[in-house]
């Protein structure tokens, strides 16, 4: 090969090369990121290497708001601290001595949780379980029922106040799951027993009280009932129930016949904290309920529970007048709760008042008191199923927190264990 050949291939490499290289670093500043902004011509939108543009939505146009010199609370269009503090728009500056101090607050007590109380006070129900729970487990738990047995069993709730028609369904329902089923063992006969006690409280009832306000106004609960069965005391202890769950009380105290009774309702009051509204002695208690919840509308409550005068259930008159008492309250607000209560150791008694109670006023809730002094507990499934009514409260004592929701499960487990 000559030299002039050599040189020319040399030429011809060496040229390649240099084009090589020369490609090689545009292409490798081409794929740098750049972190200088791009000089770019007017963008009508985000431009995706996709192809999708998507353009910013079209901005609001905000109008200024005016604020003219003169209407501004700040001092110069600035915040002041201390005296130079700008003075709140519509408001008078008043001077240190014509601020009212708060009365200082009255002692209010404390008061239980409601969750959990049927069974913290289960042991109040020791005379019902003794004379029902137990007998009833130890006959059902000793295994197969003779005849004279299965009469022990109905009798045994027949004294405890169960009523013939729920015990002969209890009765009935007990001796097909047995013979169905067997039952061999106490625990088997508990959980059997349970379950049919249960069933026979109809535990599908609503048992929540009305006592939230609505549509602006408070809701109204009217407290009915006989003489001396705890109305007053039933009351007193729901405000407690009610300001524990952080609600606002007004107690009307429409037992005017009572001397004592609006000063015992009063003394419950001031203990959570809560106005009572009374009338004067003897006077007419439609006009004192009237009262309280048109007070209660006015202070803003949550709830006004109005204790009725203990009433005969065979006097006419005084029925009448309990309806009275409801029509005029409805003048103003729904009346949202009317609860029956029921002493449970007057037993048929009780029943008989309920009949006449719920034929004047439609009672929707009943207040069985004075669980905790009877072994006659039964009541409450034949008050249930003579009203139709739900038993919604129970009085287990006299203690101010004496008072539980009434549920079907925790009242039988009572019962029985
Ligand atoms: N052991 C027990 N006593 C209760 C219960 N509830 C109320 N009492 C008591 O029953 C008595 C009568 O209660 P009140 O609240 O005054 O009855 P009332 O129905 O308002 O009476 P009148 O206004 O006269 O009709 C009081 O001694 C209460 O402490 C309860 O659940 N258990």
Redesign the pocket.
């Known amino acids: 090969m000559s030299t002039s050949s050599l040189v020319l291939i040399l030429v011809v490499v060496a040229v390649v090369l240099i084009a090589a290289l020369v490609t090689g670093v545009v292409l490798t500043r081409r794929r740098r990121i750049s972190l200088s902004q791009k000089e770019e011509g007017p963008r009508t939108g985000y431009e995706a290497t996709s192809g999708i543009s998507l353009a910013p939505a079209k901005p609001e146009v905000v109008e200024p708001v005016e604020h003219p010199v003169a209407d501004r609370t700040e001092v110069d269009g600035q915040p002041g601290v201390g005296d130079d503090a700008s003075v709140p728009r519509d408001s008078v500056k008043r001077g240190f001595v014509e601020v009212d101090l708060p009365e200082q607050a009255s002692e209010v007590e404390e008061i239980e949780p409601t969750e959990g109380r049927l069974e913290r006070l289960r042991g109040k129900l020791s005379k019902s379980r003794n004379a029902f729970g137990t007998s009833l487990l130890g006959l059902l738990g000793a295994g197969d029922l003779d005849e004279d047995s299965w009469q022990d069993v109905e009798d045994t709730l027949l004294i405890a106040d169960l009523g013939a028609a729920t015990t002969t369904e209890i009765v009935d329902t007990l001796r097909t799951k047995i013979a169905g089923s067997g039952v061999r063992t106490e625990a088997e006969a508990q959980a059997l027993l349970r379950s049919v006690l249960v069933d026979a409280l109809d535990p599908s009832m609503d048992r929540s009280l009305k006592a939230l306000p609505h549509s602006g106004k408070p809701a109204v609960l009217l407290v009915v ?10 009351t007193g202890k729901l405000a407690r129930v009610l300001v524990a769950d952080g609600r606002t009380v007004l107690l009307g105290a429409a ?1 005017t ?2 001397a004592a ?1 609006a000063d ?1 309702l009063e003394t419950w009051g001031k203990r959570v904290g809560a106005e009572t509204v009374r009338g004067p002695e003897g006077g007419d208690p439609a006009s004192v309920a009237f009262d309280a919840v048109k007070r209660g509308m006015d202070s803003g409550v949550d709830t006004v529970l109005i ?1 009725t ?2 009433r005969l259930h065979t006097k006419v008159g005084l029925m009448d007048e309990l309806g009275k008492v409801k029509r005029v309250v409805e003048k103003q607000a729904v009346v949202d709760e009317v609860l029956l ?1 029921l002493d449970a150791t007057t037993g048929q008694n009780g029943l008989t008042q309920a009949r006449v109670f719920a034929e004047q006023v439609d009672i929707t809730g009943i207040v069985l ?5 009877t072994a006659k507990g039964g009541i409450v499934f034949q008050v249930q199923r003579e009203l139709g009514v739900p038993v919604k409260l ?5 203690g101010p927190d ?2 539980a929701p009434f549920e079907p499960g925790a009242f039988v487990d009572a019962l029985l264990g």
């Open positions: 009932g006989v003489n001396g069965v705890g109305k007053t005391t039933t037992d016949f009572r009774a015992q204790d005068a203990g209560v008191t004075k669980l905790d002094g129970v009085g287990l004592g006299e004496h008072l």
